[in-house]
């Protein structure tokens, strides 16, 4: 089978420098620039409709496109979406349409238009968001330099145990289930990331921090040491996975579809943004590691080298 | 099963005057707008694999597209592609994308991002496209007016004929069935007629004359009255029919998946922009009816009005 990096590269032979970001960039005015995403999801491979109720699921639908957006440190304004809607399905997609729109309204975005098809028997969203930012706000991925910390604003592991118990039809876990079914894009955090020049790259956490931090690290030609006692694990997060005999480090590390922000922050400037965004949000930004020098993603704890065994987050594929 | 236009009607009462015609209006520069469309195509609905090779299908996944940019008298400039892969397509999706950069580059469009992912059975191909008009030469559905010819530019029922003899597997029909595997938008076309203020009203035909027409009447708040006779019917359309035991009459009036263009023209710039088009592209412009007070589409045949038993286009679904 062909893996979306493959693929993602046999485009980019095509058309080099097109392809990368969390969204494309299109020229708007003189100060500001649009951005552009669409992603898809896919019955059976991103949800399933047993256990997602359509309101989550058109949460959702949006939030993954907001993320990408917002990723790029700007602010979402126009969306369109896509359906292919199976016969069996007419009720469940009546109240994600309706959700959808509520969704809209509550992002501030407008929906401007899509497709809706038939389709044989799965479910297939495809939606797409556009977005508008100053453009000395645009972050990108290929912009990360020696020496940057490497930070983590939100979650990291936590829809991957989510999703583990819903799977294996675990009662419990419901703060966890809820991030997996329903996570919420970093919509604010994104554009205020956008306004920091201490900034120098940032995109969204979604296939989990080892795959898209290689992804960073490849496209900014640096390497990253990350210090696993920097990551937050609560003793909610560690006993939920003792539960679940999942292991705590690699959960956290390997974990995707949490649709938290990875960015590179210059280390003069760091204390300073960590405190004006703890003042803002509430919550803290982890610094986790910094860029070097060469290529790859290495782990620490304790100061030694540590290896981790990773499945890179795969959805029911994999299961 | 929830039909298509009740699904649309669902989100626009959600979103007044945001969704309607073959692309939404984004503001670009004070002279020009973007103009953004998304089209769906899924397997064993819009294609089958057996008979759709993967060149034919990346041209047709965009061109569905572009014919929306070109039916707001736009160019298109930009794509995004998502694809939802099954395992067992890994060589007809290597083919496909190398198809779809080939026919975007023929195209003069830039493929600027889209999404990857693998799916449980069907392809799924999602197509974003991006186009730029100058404002004063967007054109709309809802812009037709009482006494405004009706005309088309393009093929009508071509695109069934082939679909029909595919299905059946029926040997011959070659132009027929390239109609419907891969046709090729009226770039150029709409283009122009987006520089003509005589065209008052203008959206592609994918879903049949029958069907887009009423959709064009109620978006204008007028009438269509078409004269069957201005249809032309070649004599290889007609014994293709004859062969397949389909009506030629009504295969042009309700047959989808041609792309052709479908206006609204001030009846007294007509013979002008007739000539001019004629001279410009090398084939007719067809004046078939015209819009008159009140709703629906009603058609005439020697003078008399004509009732034709019309199945609206709708793929496999009702094969």
Same mark, same amino acid.
């Given at each position: 089978m062909l893996s979306e990096s493959e693929l993602i590269n046999s485009l980019k032979t095509e058309?080099?420098? %097109?392809? &990368? /970001?969390d969204a494309a960039v299109l020229p708007f005015s003189e100060q500001e620039s649009y951005v552009i995403t669409k992603d898809l999801l896919v019955e059976d !491979?991103?949800?399933? !409709?047993k256990y997602q109720d359509p309101i989550s699921l058109a949460y959702k639908a949006l939030h993954v496109n907001l993320s990408d957006i917002a990723a790029m440190g700007a602010k979402a304004q126009f969306v369109l979406l896509g359906i292919a809607i199976p016969m069996s399905t007419e009720e469940y997609i009546h109240q994600f349409v309706k959700a959808f729109a509520q969704a809209c309204k509550e992002a501030g975005v407008y929906l401007i238009g899509g497709d809706t098809t038939k389709s044989p028997d799965k479910l297939f969203i495809s939606v797409t968001a556009i977005g508008i930012a100053p453009k000395q706000n645009l972050k990108y991925r290929h912009t990360g330099t020696e020496g940057n910390l490497v930070c983590v604003a939100g979650d990291l592991g936590k829809a991957l145990i989510g999703f583990t118990a819903l799977e294996r039809k675990e009662a419990g876990f419901d703060v966890f289930k809820e991030a997996f079914l329903k996570p919420k894009a970093l919509v604010q955090e994104g554009q205020w990331f956008g306004t %920091? %020049?201490?900034?120098t790259a940032m995109m969204d956490i979604s296939d989990g921090l080892f795959v898209d931090l290689k992804r960073l690290c490849e496209a900014s030609k640096v390497a990253a040491e990350i210090n696993l006692n920097y990551l937050s694990i609560t003793e909610e997060f560690k006993m939920a996975c003792q539960h679940l005999k999942l292991d705590p480090l690699s959960t956290q590390v390997? &974990? &995707?579809? /949490?649709y938290s922000l990875l960015l590179c922050v210059k280390s003069d400037q760091y204390l300073a943004i960590e405190r004006a965004f703890k003042e803002k949000f509430g919550y803290g930004l982890k610094s986790i590691g910094h860029l070097t020098k060469g290529f790859g993603v290495s782990f620490f704890h304790d100061g030694q080298p540590k290896a981790l065994t990773l499945h890179p987050f795969s959805h029911f594929g994999e299961f």
């Amino acid at each position: 089978m062909l893996s979306e990096s493959e693929l993602i590269n046999s485009l980019k032979t095509e058309f080099p420098n %097109q392809i &990368g /970001d969390d969204a494309a960039v299109l020229p708007f005015s003189e100060q500001e620039s649009y951005v552009i995403t669409k992603d898809l999801l896919v019955e059976d !491979l991103h949800f399933r !409709l047993k256990y997602q109720d359509p309101i989550s699921l058109a949460y959702k639908a949006l939030h993954v496109n907001l993320s990408d957006i917002a990723a790029m440190g700007a602010k979402a304004q126009f969306v369109l979406l896509g359906i292919a809607i199976p016969m069996s399905t007419e009720e469940y997609i009546h109240q994600f349409v309706k959700a959808f729109a509520q969704a809209c309204k509550e992002a501030g975005v407008y929906l401007i238009g899509g497709d809706t098809t038939k389709s044989p028997d799965k479910l297939f969203i495809s939606v797409t968001a556009i977005g508008i930012a100053p453009k000395q706000n645009l972050k990108y991925r290929h912009t990360g330099t020696e020496g940057n910390l490497v930070c983590v604003a939100g979650d990291l592991g936590k829809a991957l145990i989510g999703f583990t118990a819903l799977e294996r039809k675990e009662a419990g876990f419901d703060v966890f289930k809820e991030a997996f079914l329903k996570p919420k894009a970093l919509v604010q955090e994104g554009q205020w990331f956008g306004t %920091q %020049q201490g900034v120098t790259a940032m995109m969204d956490i979604s296939d989990g921090l080892f795959v898209d931090l290689k992804r960073l690290c490849e496209a900014s030609k640096v390497a990253a040491e990350i210090n696993l006692n920097y990551l937050s694990i609560t003793e909610e997060f560690k006993m939920a996975c003792q539960h679940l005999k999942l292991d705590p480090l690699s959960t956290q590390v390997s &974990g &995707g579809e /949490d649709y938290s922000l990875l960015l590179c922050v210059k280390s003069d400037q760091y204390l300073a943004i960590e405190r004006a965004f703890k003042e803002k949000f509430g919550y803290g930004l982890k610094s986790i590691g910094h860029l070097t020098k060469g290529f790859g993603v290495s782990f620490f704890h304790d100061g030694q080298p540590k290896a981790l065994t990773l499945h890179p987050f795969s959805h029911f594929g994999e299961f």
